[in-house]
């Protein structure tokens, strides 16, 4: 069993190991160390920047952009974080135009002028 979340600095993290019954009495002892890989596979989620998730009495939201440039809040169910993005499981699909950042200062029916995030630019 793995611990649902790992140290991101350490990239530590603790895991359950059951051992064969023969090997607990004779070979593993506390305060060994054992190494090992995982293979978590790979699932297609949909993920935000934690910007774009707003935290309001105890829920998530976000601020999602209609047709006319107004915001809508959203509430969303939220999953893993990892560095700066989370996953979000439910109340919102793939194709919907959310407020990346500084949605705190927004309300529902604010409008709100669209722009094109820039190009990444990758060092070379």
């Not at 993290?13 to 090992?36: S, W």
């Not at 920047?49 to 105890?58: F, H, Y």
């Amino acid at each position: 069993m793995i611990a649902p979340t790992v140290d991101a600095q350490t990239r530590n993290g603790i895991v359950y190991v059951d051992l064969p019954a023969g090997m607990a009495a004779g070979g593993a002892r506390a305060g060994m160390f054992a190494r090992g890989e995982f293979d978590t596979g790979a699932v297609r989620a949909l993920i935000l920047p934690q910007s774009a998730v707003v935290l309001r009495d105890g829920f998530s939201y976000v601020l999602q952009i209609g047709g006319d440039a107004r915001v809508r809040q959203v509430k969303v169910a939220t999953g893993r974080r990892f560095a700066d993005v989370i996953e979000i499981t439910g109340g919102l699909d793939g194709t919907a135009r959310v407020v990346a950042a500084g949605g705190a200062f927004l309300a529902e029916g604010d409008t709100v002028r669209v722009v094109d995030a820039a190009p990444a630019t990758g060092a070379r």
